[in-house]
Structures are given as structure tokens and as C-alpha cells.
């Protein structure tokens, strides 16, 4: 008995403090889970029960399932809507001995503070990330060029020849474009061969100043 009495004075306690320090929006409790339909053995900022209640915190009964694992799991910070509308983070943690079985119920409603938590995601709400913009402006930018450079030349990129190809290099070396991100992968990809061949053609185009 000197066990049960010390586990629920401590509870209480506990549920005190913790009700006095989130202020009145937080509701705490402590249940006896061993008593039919669990009543309310000490409340705190109560939100409309009272101790000796059997309501849970939708503000109705368990259905048999929903009773069962209420006893024998914890709870930890789950959303709650109630019946009356009221949006609460609720807590339940179980507490056993060998000759008790307490709970201690952790509601706080933050239903006022839903428009602030609109108005928050909004100002905080962002489009793409800022590297995956670059990326795709660059990818833009880098297929802008590459069209206007074979534009230039006036032959299909199938019908190009070794010299067009490399005509083709120098335009785009001309007009930057491989200071840009993966830009050889892009023009390899775009006609048709390897990284290793476009580097070979930029090197040549070094070094020879007249092609």
C-alpha cells in the first residue's frame, strides 16, 4: 500500500508541475487504469472534467479496441481533435506497480495558436531549393547556346563531320559555355559520343588556334 500511495503522490505532483509550467492550456491528469472506465483521480487545468470522470480527452468512450491498447501502450505527443473542435498534442504515459496501474495524461491545446502556425508556414513556405534553380537555369542556358551554335553551322547534328564537330567546340568555347556545370556531359550526350572525345576536341582547339 506505502508503494501505491507513494507512486500516486508523486504522479500528482508531477502533473502539477508540469500543468503549472506550460500554463492554463495545459491539461493534465492522472487516471486509475485499474477501475472500471479509468476514472480521473486528480486533474489540473481541467478542461471541462472533472476527477471521478470516466471521459477520455475526445470528450466520449473508448470503443472496446481503442480502450485495450489506451491500457497497455504509451502515447506520446499524438494530435487530437475533439468533439468540441479543439486541436490538442496529447501525451499518456503508463505507470505500474504490483498493485496499481496509473496514468498520467499530458493535454496542451494550441487550437489559438493555429493561426499563427498558418501564417508562419506561409512566410516560411519556399519553391525549389536554391542550388536546384542554378542547376536548372544553367541546364536552360547551356541548351540555349548549344541550339545556337548548331544553328550557326546550318547542318543537322547526324549530318556533322569530324571538322563540323569541332567548328561546332570552338563556338561553344567561344561563348563559354564549358565554364558552365557539366557542360561537357551535356554536348557529349548531344552528339552522340564521349566526355573524353569533347575533351579531346577542346585540347586540339588549344592547341591549334586556326581551326
Same mark, same amino acid.
Do not use: W
Given at each position: 500500500?506505502?508503494?501505491?500511495?507513494?507512486?500516486?503522490?508523486?504522479? $500528482?505532483?508531477?502533473?502539477?508541475?508540469?500543468?503549472?509550467?506550460?500554463?492554463?492550456?495545459?491539461?493534465?491528469?492522472?487516471?486509475?487504469?485499474?477501475?472500471?472506465?479509468?476514472?480521473? #483521480?486528480?486533474?489540473?487545468?481541467?478542461?471541462?472534467?472533472?476527477?471521478?470522470?470516466?471521459?477520455? /480527452?475526445?470528450?466520449?468512450?473508448?470503443?472496446?479496441?481503442?480502450?485495450?491498447?489506451?491500457?497497455?501502450?504509451?502515447? /506520446?505527443?499524438?494530435?487530437?481533435?475533439? @468533439?468540441?473542435?479543439?486541436? $490538442? @498534442?496529447?501525451?499518456?504515459?503508463?505507470?505500474?506497480?504490483?498493485?496499481? &496501474?496509473?496514468?498520467?495524461?499530458?493535454?496542451?491545446?494550441?487550437?489559438?495558436?493555429?493561426?499563427?502556425?498558418?501564417?508562419?508556414?506561409?512566410?516560411?513556405?519556399?519553391?525549389?531549393?536554391?542550388?536546384? &534553380?542554378?542547376?536548372?537555369?544553367?541546364?536552360?542556358?547551356?541548351?540555349?547556346?548549344?541550339?545556337?551554335? #548548331?544553328?550557326? $553551322?546550318?547542318?543537322?547534328?547526324?549530318?556533322?563531320?569530324?571538322?563540323? @564537330?569541332?567548328?561546332? $567546340?570552338?563556338?561553344? @568555347?567561344?561563348?563559354? /559555355?564549358?565554364?558552365?556545370?557539366?557542360? #561537357?556531359?551535356? /554536348?557529349?550526350?548531344?552528339?552522340?559520343?564521349?566526355?573524353?572525345?569533347?575533351?579531346?576536341?577542346?585540347?586540339?582547339?588549344?592547341?591549334? &588556334?586556326?581551326?
Amino acid at each position: 500500500m506505502a508503494e501505491k500511495e507513494t507512486a500516486l503522490e508523486f504522479l $500528482i505532483r508531477t502533473a502539477e508541475a508540469i500543468a503549472s509550467t506550460f500554463g492554463s492550456n495545459c491539461e493534465t491528469l492522472i487516471q486509475d487504469m485499474q477501475q472500471p472506465g479509468h476514472p480521473i #483521480v486528480a486533474i489540473f487545468h481541467s478542461h471541462g472534467r472533472q476527477p471521478g470522470s470516466t471521459e477520455d /480527452v475526445f470528450g466520449s468512450d473508448l470503443n472496446p479496441q481503442m480502450l485495450y491498447e489506451y491500457i497497455q501502450e504509451d502515447s /506520446v505527443n499524438t494530435m487530437v481533435v475533439t @468533439k468540441a473542435g479543439r486541436t $490538442i @498534442k496529447s501525451t499518456t504515459i503508463h505507470y505500474k506497480g504490483s498493485d496499481f &496501474h496509473y496514468a498520467l495524461g499530458i493535454n496542451f491545446d494550441y487550437t489559438a495558436l493555429l493561426p499563427a502556425i498558418a501564417i508562419v508556414r506561409d512566410l516560411t513556405e519556399t519553391g525549389e531549393e536554391l542550388d536546384e &534553380h542554378l542547376e536548372r537555369q544553367r541546364s536552360l542556358r547551356i541548351d540555349e547556346l548549344f541550339e545556337d551554335c #548548331v544553328a550557326s $553551322i546550318g547542318k543537322p547534328i547526324p549530318s556533322m563531320k569530324r571538322q563540323d @564537330k569541332l567548328y561546332l $567546340i570552338r563556338l561553344l @568555347k567561344d561563348r563559354k /559555355v564549358f565554364d558552365l556545370q557539366k557542360s #561537357v556531359t551535356y /554536348v557529349a550526350e548531344r552528339l552522340g559520343t564521349s566526355r573524353y572525345t569533347i575533351y579531346k576536341y577542346i585540347h586540339e582547339i588549344e592547341e591549334n &588556334h586556326e581551326l
